[in-house]
């Protein structure tokens, strides 16, 4: 039951989100063609005779009734076509995944990292609290969350790639540099990846760690870690075996639903450091008017955020066996 | 349990201590010559180099240029040269054009080039007009017939004065081989889809990184190009990556030309400086009152400091605007003695006066004659808010008040065509040519004038060039006094470039094909002796052709390349997670 | 008989935000070798953190303050490193928490849990451990046990986690139970069961029996310690305690039980942060004289082996 | 009266957070930079000077890239990115508040506003913000209305599921029982409990929305015409030598440190208060 309600939630969400960057973008100023055939404020002017723009207007089907696009469109997705960018001039999908790779490869490794380290801290933290330690933690973190991510970005930008020089301002990989090996190739791309990844650890990571040493907290004083003291087990071993899952619990859907947002989020990183990404995608699809793309993109990212709301749900089921029989 | 969690971890820093020195070597790339180059506007991606696939931008243009050639080109003087057409004749009437093709071009696939593709090309884009957005006068082109092998006759539908270098040198020639079974051009990418005669082949292309790779057709009918590999790449910050070596070569215009003060005296680069043939313009709406009294427009334009502008804006890199629009360097079009209405607010509020504008109630801000605060907003694009900012405030002492509205470019598109505004500050390139006086408020639509449009086509049919200029000076005069327009500055450009991979950069007067004000005529990098502009020829440019490692005979570009390097990185991740976990059951 | 548990004037402060809870004081005790010791008292006498105290349940970091001596096979455990009293914890000492609910972890199996102090106290495999921890659901009369180890708290009813938690004290054969409350909130026909159990698992072992509940007391101890504010008020064997009460809380103790006619204590057991001057119990004492106020009593031998502090008994 | 003493109570409680304290007093230090902008700031921060001079006597930060006083800048700066931070925390706090108390109170009305909430919470809120934004014209009005619209749904949400649990408390039931009216136990009985908790709420709102406000000018969709801190960075990061030359110490380094310190205030201050209102926060264990 409690499933279904979900579940049409979700796709009540989608087909919101879906129709919202369908008309929104649709009842603005300007159009596709605006950028198409030279906006102002750009390099050459392109000066279209109306019989030129209709035909355009045509061949992108943006000449019909917007009833009538909405319809094709939502056929279109049912089949799994996401429609032909007009900016970009390929199809949606293999530019949403051209950047969706990148995205993920950012999100996934920072998400990893910081999730990893924010739980441990947090629980480590809350384990000694009050002592020198968690205070320090405390306080350390709190203050390196309290950065904007891209003025983050722009410091490790000045200091390890001007100051320093040890790693790249921008991209994703070398340009076209031919790799030997495939290992030489992830390494250049992990070298890449190194300062973006390390802006998105470190603005997300206070937020688990407070979440995580709070939900700890609360633990520690469970009759049950009493038990397992009774019992002569150690405190490492105490706070790892019986307090960190069941602190991990209440947290685990809030955890989820941030990774689900980085994928959306990470659209500053992505600036500061010209990493490609579906951020950025979906801005340059806004500025350009790229209703397909604008659309696809959106689609993703909420698709995205449900899905890890989705693995939130499988997690929690697999720490609290409370849920898991019935 | 602990002991996996380290190994882990040491795991992981290794890789990334590792992959920083594998980078470090990697940036080192092969002993050929390489140039690496970027743009200064935002964003590399300018879409897929075919006739038919890159964005109608001037840097999408050239970087088609790269692999298509054109009937006629033009030369750092910006005079037509022969290309692809050693020679031509028009006939009296100015509306046919013979051309003897040169003999012996190639396409990148081998097949030899033929009058047939000039013919087919000029059909197909006819055919396909809407596909070929980047010019849109096609329509004057009748048919064309071929006379033999190498000899094309292009009949047009009425003289069409900029024909030589509007369309025979900005048109694209394409090989039919590959074009005749193409239905929607627009969709055909991939390596065919790049095949021309052009002195470089597209090698890769990657879109979600806006890099571009081609290599050097060696084969080339006008010589060898100077370098073996050229690369266009994004980059967030172009004045950055250049000190930092991750390109070669970039430009700035305008106010970010202040950038290239860090380099004017530093050993190891060179700068070259030109005009952008660029302008920024505050756009009238000539249908809404009180922006539709011409005296109310003038007004306006004695409010506005133009040099003060130029300085504290553009931080002196650009020069108050010609009033008719076209670009002061271009002198064979350019009308000298127009009114530049110099600032002066006394004579602007004596104008308003005039209209019966005036501050009854004291408070500094005018009143209509109707009453209320004569207040409206100025609509502009971000990048031009600093503008509007000071526009706001020099209008203020002449008692306007100005709100300034900063909106995305589509947005301002759209209200300028809508027609829903009084003020707009936008700009444009492609001053050189007097096409661009076809529409002086564009991409506004408010000014309409018979008289001038008539005026427009006239010239643009008329051969002879005195005459011709005579009626393009009387169309400047027109926009000086009528102010459709108000032309605010042409911002300098210049191009800065490490002289030991490549000395031959030059700006092209006039521009590139129909204007395009970037340094990339492909002239830079054939670098035939008569058009190379700097007597310096750095010894790095002069490398032997034959030293070079010679690169795969065919081109196999991609428009999406392969990331074999993710499958390692998630392999890597899956090792570490195996290891963790059997490390994890063995500490049990 | 000799003497497993020596506990001398035991002192066990909490330093709070609102004061200092004193919630242990001076408390003198022995416990024989399979001696049952029952602790009486009401809840928030302290009778549950006199029984933590012994093997310092409690976590590092909390501020706690413990004084006095508590001597065990000669070893002064308030002495030894937090490593060294682990040792002595489910192994020698092994205790039951009140309220198994919430003692047991809801995301372990039961089985697990009893296994890992095996594992860890005799070196045994992981496999072994769990056979043995099955063996010891099965001694605690859990049925299928074999099944049951490998499920999880909630699906044990709440006999059955009171079992679990007697099986999981016993895993590791310790010489002294600390069991605190662990009849508390079962009712009357499984408490009777807890009851058998417990004297039975327990023949051969010493226990210290923690409780307010003077019927279950009086069938499984030999011996029963009053507690009252932290500090105990009287102590006999358990028949004597029964017999003849004399302090007069123990009275009032045994007077609100249901067979004694359900008369409950006048006022309520003091705040242990601010305790009464003189004599812990003289504002609910119908006995009180005005030197109960003043005058702190000691607590002093009166018959055989039967302590108790009041002013009322004494001689001096 | 009560309330007053329970103020005393509460203030005397927070006074032992270190914490709570340095927030107050950064955040304190920004509030009164922007109440008295006009008479700390040297300069009207639109007046144009020589653009881009280095830090000197006459401008302690130097001048941007239209000459205007960097210091000025920031002073006005904290009015406009503390502005937008209370009141769309207040306002989106007062809707969100309104509605956790009647969702939290009638089973029906909860249930369908629950499921909007939901859907809230699972749109992408930057990418959402950033189509708004470009496509309104970003004016500070707009880019507060955003916030609104974006904030209420959590807020709501933390105060139902604590009316939820309020409702069961006795004192509670017994006005009930006693038949007085909803709005009555409203206002009396659940109001004043939830507001600790709506107080927390508030000062992580503010500090979202501070963040979201630089995020959109710094990508270029906020007010351009309004001197925020994010403007003053999205200007510095377009700046072509910004990163080759020294500008950003005094450009760039200035801006982002006052974004970094007032979130960094309001994360204290925010935790500080968290402590007092779940007292297992503050390190009390059962014992």
Redesign the interface.
């Known amino acids: 039951m409690h499933r279904i309600t979900k579940i049409t939630g979700y796709v009540a969400i989608i087909l919101v989100v879906l129709s919202f960057n369908f008309f929104l973008p649709r009842l603005m100023p300007g159009d596709p063609l605006s950028f198409l055939t030279g906006a102002p404020g750009m390099d050459m002017p392109i000066v279209l005779d109306e019989e030129t723009r209709a035909k355009l207007l045509t061949y992108y089907g943006l000449d019909k009734p917007l009833s009538q696009q909405f319809y094709d469109y939502m056929l279109g997705i049912l089949h799994g076509d996401l429609g032909w960018s007009i900016y970009h001039n390929a199809p949606v999908s293999d530019i949403l995944i051209g950047a969706l790779k990148w995205t993920l490869l950012l999100v996934g490794t920072s998400t990893a990292l910081y999730m990893v380290l924010g739980i441990l801290l947090g629980a480590i933290s809350a384990w000694n609290r009050g002592g020198k330690s968690d205070v320090g933690l405390l306080v350390s973190l709190l203050s390196i969350g309290s950065f904007p991510p891209f003025f983050l970005g722009m410091l490790f930008i000045i200091l390890f790639s001007v100051k320093l020089n040890l790693f790249p301002a921008f991209g994703a990989q070398t340009p076209f540099m031919g790799y030997s090996s495939l290992l030489e190739e992830a390494s250049d791309i992990l070298y890449h990846l190194f300062l973006p990844a390390t802006t998105l650890v470190i603005s997300h990571i206070g937020g688990v760690y407070l979440l995580m040493r709070n939900s700890m907290l609360n633990v520690i004083g469970e009759d049950y870690i009493l038990t397992a003291r009774a019992k002569g087990m150690a405190e490492w071993y105490i706070m790892r075996k019986h307090a960190m899952k069941n602190a991990l619990l209440p947290i685990t859907t809030m955890i989820a639903l941030r990774t689900g947002f980085m994928i959306g989020g990470t659209i500053l990183v992505e600036t500061v450091f010209a990493y490609p990404g579906v951020g950025r995608l979906l801005f340059d699809a806004v500025t350009y008017r790229d209703y397909p793309l604008l659309q696809g993109a959106f689609l993703i990212i909420t698709l995205v955020i449900i899905a890890a709301n989705f693995v939130a749900d499988m997690v929690y089921v697999q720490l609290d066996p409370r849920l898991r029989h019935d | 349990m602990k002991k996996g969690k380290n190994v882990a971890v040491l795991t992981l820093v290794i890789l990334i201590l590792e992959c920083s020195v594998f980078g470090g070597i990697a940036a080192v790339a092969a002993d050929e010559k390489v140039v690496k180059f970027a743009g200064d506007l935002p964003g590399g991606d300018w879409g897929y180099p075919s006739p038919f696939g890159f964005y109608p931008r001037g840097p999408g243009y050239i970087r088609m240029s790269f692999g298509f050639d054109t009937l006629t080109w033009k030369d750092q003087n910006g005079t037509v040269i022969p290309w692809l057409a050693d020679s031509w004749e028009m006939s009296d009437d100015g509306k046919t054009w013979t051309f003897h093709l040169h003999e012996g071009v190639k396409w990148h696939d081998g097949e030899p080039f033929t009058a047939k593709d000039v013919q087919f090309t000029f059909d197909y884009i006819k055919k396909h007009k809407t596909s070929f957005k980047w010019f849109q006068t096609l329509g004057y082109i009748d048919h064309v017939d071929i006379v033999d092998d190498h000899t094309v006759v292009i009949h047009l539908t009425e003289p069409f004065a900029p024909f030589l270098v509007d369309i025979a040198g900005n048109v694209p020639i394409i090989p039919e081989h590959i074009w005749k079974d193409v239905s929607d051009p627009v969709k055909f990418v991939g390596d065919k889809a790049v095949i021309g005669t052009g002195p470089f082949k597209l090698l890769k292309y990657n879109k979600e990184q806006g890099y571009y790779e081609w290599e050097a057709n060696d084969e080339y009918f006008k010589g060898k190009p100077l370098v073996d590999k050229l690369i266009s790449l994004s980059v967030n910050d172009p004045a950055l990556a250049l000190t930092t070596g991750d390109i070669d070569e970039t430009s700035f215009w305008g106010r970010r030309a202040k950038a290239v003060s860090a380099f004017e005296n530093k050993s190891g680069f060179g700068t070259r400086w030109g005009p952008s043939y660029w302008v920024l313009k505050v756009i009238f709406n000539c249908e809404r009152y009180p922006t539709n009294l011409t005296a109310f427009r003038k007004a306006i334009a004695y409010g506005i400091n133009r040099t003060e502008l130029v300085e504290l804006v553009v931080h002196g890199y650009g020069i108050p605007a010609n009033t008719g629009l076209i670009h002061p360097d271009v002198t064979e079009w350019y009308n000298p003695d127009l009114p530049d209405y110099e600032h002066n607010v006394t004579k602007a509020i004596e104008i308003l006066n005039a209209l019966n504008f005036t501050d009854t109630d004291g408070d500094g801000i005018m009143e209509y004659p109707e009453g209320g605060d004569l207040e409206f907003n100025l609509i502009t694009l971000d990048k031009f808010s600093r503008e509007a900012e000071l526009i706001k405030s020099q209008l203020a002492a002449v008692g306007i008040k100005i709100n300034v509205k900063v909106m995305d470019m589509s947005t301002v598109d759209g209200i300028l065509k809508e027609g829903n505004f009084f003020m707009v500050i936008s700009g444009h390139g492609g001053i050189a040519n007097p096409n661009i006086l076809e529409k002086p408020d564009w991409p506004g639509g408010t000014c309409k004038n018979e008289t001038y449009t008539a005026l427009f086509k006239e010239q643009r049919e008329t051969m002879d060039y005195k005459a011709r200029k005579e009626l393009v000076f009387k169309l400047q005069e027109s926009i000086a006094e009528n102010l459709p327009v108000y032309t605010l500055y042409h911002p300098k450009m210049c191009c800065v470039y490490r002289p030991e991979k490549l000395d031959t950069w030059f700006f092209t007067k006039g521009g590139v094909g129909i204007g395009i004000p970037i340094e990339m005529n492909k002239l830079v990098f054939i670098g035939e002796e008569e058009v190379r502009p700097a007597p310096s020829l750095a010894p790095a440019a002069s490398a032997s052709p034959g030293t070079t490692s010679a690169p795969a005979p065919t081109p196999i570009p991609t428009p999406e390349p392969e990331q074999p390097g993710f499958e390692v990185i998630f392999a890597i991740t899956g090792l570490l997670a195996v290891a963790y976990l059997v490390l994890r059951r063995k500490n049990r | 008989m000799t003497t497993l548990l020596e506990i001398t004037s035991l002192r066990t402060w909490f330093p709070t935000r609102d004061g200092i809870v004193k919630a242990v004081n001076a408390v003198d005790l022995k416990i024989e070798e399979k001696e049952k010791l029952g602790l009486i008292g009401e809840t928030g006498s302290g009778k549950s953190i006199l029984g933590m105290s012994i093997i310092r349940l409690f976590h590092p970091s909390a501020k706690i303050n413990i004084e006095g001596k508590i001597v065990y096979k000669g070893k002064d455990l308030l002495r030894l490193s937090e490593e060294e009293i682990r040792k002595i914890r489910g192994k020698e000492i092994a205790m039951i928490l009140q309220n198994p609910t919430t003692s047991l972890n809801p995301v372990l199996k039961v089985g697990d849990q009893i296994a890992e102090a095996i594992q860890l106290h005799q070196r045994l495999a992981k496999r072994a451990a769990s056979e043995k921890a099955v063996e010891m659901l099965k001694a605690v009369k859990i049925p299928a046990p074999d099944k049951m180890a490998n499920k999880y708290p909630h699906e044990f009813s709440g006999g059955m986690k009171e079992r679990a938690m007697i099986a999981m004290a016993l895993a590791c054969d310790p010489s002294l139970i600390i069991a605190d409350e662990p009849t508390k909130g079962l009712d009357v026909t499984i408490k009777m069961q807890v009851v058998k159990l417990l004297r039975e698992v327990t023949k051969q072992r010493s226990m210290l029996f923690i409780t307010h509940d003077l019927g279950v007391a009086a069938e499984v101890c030999d011996n029963i310690a009053v507690m009252y504010a932290g500090e105990l008020v009287e102590y006999a064997k358990t028949e004597d305690i029964f017999k003849n009460p004399l302090h007069p809380y123990t009275q009032g103790f045994l007077n609100s039980l249901p067979e004694r006619g359900l008369k409950p204590i006048r006022g309520m057991s003091p705040s242990l942060i601010n305790l009464p001057d003189g004599c812990r119990f003289h504002p609910r004492c119908d006995y009180a004289t005005g030197i109960c106020k003043t005058m702190h009593p000691e607590m002093a031998e009166i018959g055989n082996g039967h302590f108790v502090r009041c002013l009322l008994y004494d001689r001096s | 009266m009560t309330e007053i003493k329970d103020l005393n109570r509460f203030w005397n409680a927070y006074k032992e957070s270190r914490?709570g304290l340095i927030g107050l007093v950064i955040l304190l230090f920004f509030v009164t930079l922007a109440v008295f902008a006009p008479y700390i700031a040297p300069y009207d921060p639109?007046e144009?000077f020589k653009?881009?001079e280095h830090p000197g006597s006459d401008h302690l930060l130097g001048t941007n890239?239209?000459?205007q006083d960097i210091l000025s800048e920031l002073i006005y700066g904290a009015r406009v990115s503390l502005f937008i931070a209370f009141f769309v925390s207040v306002v989106s706090g007062i809707i969100g508040t309104a509605f956790g108390l009647l969702s939290g109170y009638f089973e029906m009305f909860g249930f369908f506003l629950m499921?909007i909430v939901?859907?809230f919470?699972?749109?992408?809120?930057?990418?959402l913000i950033?189509?708004?934004a470009?496509?309104m014209?970003?004016?500070i009005w707009n880019l507060i209305f955003i916030f609104i619209i974006l904030g209420w749904p959590i807020t709501t949400r933390i105060i139902r599921s604590e009316v939820l649990s309020l409702r069961t408390r006795n004192y509670v039931e017994a006005a009930r029982m006693v038949g007085a009216p909803d709005t009555y136990i409203l206002m009396k009985h659940i109001l004043p409990n939830v507001f600790p908790l709506l107080v927390v709420r508030l000062i992580i709102e503010a500090s979202h929305v501070i963040?979201a406000e630089?995020?959109l000018s710094?990508?270029?969709l906020g007010?351009?015409?309004a001197k925020s801190w994010g403007m003053i960075?999205h200007?510095a990061?377009?700046?072509?030598?910004?990163?080759?030359?020294d500008l950003?110490m005094w450009w760039?380094l200035p801006a982002?440190l006052c974004?970094?310190?007032t979130?960094?205030s309001l994360?204290?201050i925010g935790?500080a208060l968290?402590e007092l209102v779940?007292p297992?926060?503050r390190?009390?264990?059962?014992?």
């Open positions: 914490l639109h144009m653009p881009m890239d239209i000459g499921r939901d859907a919470l699972a749109i992408p809120r930057l990418p950033i189509v708004i470009a496509f014209r970003p004016s963040i630089s995020s710094f990508l270029g007010d351009p015409t960075l200007y990061f377009v700046y072509p030598t910004i990163f080759i030359s950003w760039m982002g974004i970094t310190f979130i960094l994360t204290f935790y968290e779940n297992r926060l390190g009390m264990t059962r014992i």
